[in-house]
């Protein structure tokens, strides 16, 4: 990532993660919420296996499920921060079944790109 307090204001004061542990002089950060665990590391060479520009995470996504969106989408909301896709149902096939998300999609002050989802449950199709 390439500024750890705008990540920080995104994820913590925004989302509601909570920090569980940091170390400041090494501009790290692991942050939580309902289970879902994050680390943040602001550059420093350790991690890169090779050139990194704007938007980062291109071609990945990151599910989170949360028990509900709603408070994550009006805090969101509230901030003026725009969705890469609205809030909507989705029904995946998973195993003779199909499952439900509630899901919207955000990118972080990065650009990766992260899809918060609360379950609906199980349907026979």
Known sequence: ????ERSKTFWC?????????QRPENLFVYIELQGAQVM???RNGNWETGALESPLGRGINF??????????LDALK???WALVRE?????YRIAGEERGNRQFLVQDPDGYLLRFAED????TG
Request: glycine share 6%; with cysteine.
């Open 1 to 4: 990532m390439f500024d750890l």
């Open 13 to 21: 004061d925004i989302l509601g993660f909570r920090i569980a542990y």
């Open 40 to 42: 943040l590391n602001q």
């Open 63 to 72: 599910q989170i499920f949360v028990d509900s969106v709603a408070p994550l």
């Open 78 to 80: 509230q901030h003026e």
């Open 87 to 91: 809030c909507h149902d989705a029904w």
């Open 120 to 123: 609906l449950g199980a349907r």
